[in-house]
T-cell receptor
Framework: AQSVSQHNHHVILSEAASLELGCNYS??????LFWYVQYPGQHLQLLLK??????LVKGIKGFEAEFIKSKFSFNLRKPSVQWSDTAEYFC????????FGTGTRLQVFP | DGGITQSPKYLFRKEGQNVTLSCEQN?????MYWYRQDPGQGLRLIYY???????QKGDIAEGYSVSREKKESFPLTVTSAQKNPTAFYLC?????????????FGSGTRLTVV
């Protein structure tokens, strides 16, 4: 069965620090990959998605992710975080249904 | 505007009672999904349906039931057999050939069982 692993459960950074959140999935076939964000008290929003083509995907708010097929990974990055990036981040894998990782809580301090 | 409507936003029920959560979409999406969100566990798939009158169990279907009599509607019943029903429930929809459209999520229903 497909599964998604997010190894960082809680990340604490200062503003302007760089961010990388890990995401690994287990599925042997073709996948679509997503990163979602949930700001405090708000519902899920799509940050970025990968379906095919360039493995480096750019999303909203300066986020990007790189799909590395050989490593079954889709890590999320941002060069310089802001306090407003404080949120929970979910990686998800889509085959015939969307499966989420357990999420990473990011706290950014000014 | 097209979207997904989940109602109510907050729901309180007594232990032992069944409760049905509503999910309606006007996006003409074929597929609909129910997720449960708990702190530290992310979103877990309860049930999904890719076509009217058909649905499949997700990872945590025990204690839940669904129906898909209309394309627009995918209600979720939390039965008394669900041991820990208090949670945040999210409904989503998508076209079957998802392409670039991805998924659309509702704003959720927070169920509290006392």
């Amino acid at each position: 069965a497909q599964s998604v692993s997010q190894h960082n459960h809680h990340v604490i950074l200062s503003e302007a620090a760089s961010l990388e959140l890990g995401c690994n999935y287990s599925y042997g076939g073709t996948v679509n990959l997503f990163w979602y964000v949930q700001y405090p008290g708000q519902h899920l929003q799509l940050l970025l998605k990968y379906f095919s083509g360039d493995p480096l995907v750019k999303g909203i708010k300066g986020f990007e992710a790189e799909f590395i097929k050989s490593k079954f990974s889709f890590n999320l990055r941002k060069p310089s975080v802001q306090w407003s990036d404080t949120a929970e981040y979910f990686c998800a894998v889509d085959t015939d249904k969307l499966i989420f990782g357990t999420g990473t809580r990011l706290q950014v301090f000014p | 505007d097209g979207g997904i409507t989940q109602s109510p936003k907050y729901l309180f029920r007594k232990e032992g009672q069944n409760v049905t959560l509503s999910c309606e979409q006007n996006l003409n999406h074929d597929a609909m999904y129910w997720y449960r969100q708990d702190p530290g566990q992310g979103l877990r798939l309860i049930y999904y349906s890719q076509i009217v009158n058909d649905f499949q169990k997700g990872d945590i279907a025990e204690g839940y039931s669904v129906s898909r009599e209309k394309k627009e509607s995918f209600p979720l019943t939390v039965t008394s057999a669900q041991k820990n029903p208090t949670a945040f429930y999210l409904c989503a929809s998508s076209i079957v050939d998802r392409g670039l459209d991805g998924y659309t999520f509702g704003s959720g229903t927070r169920l509290t069982v006392v």
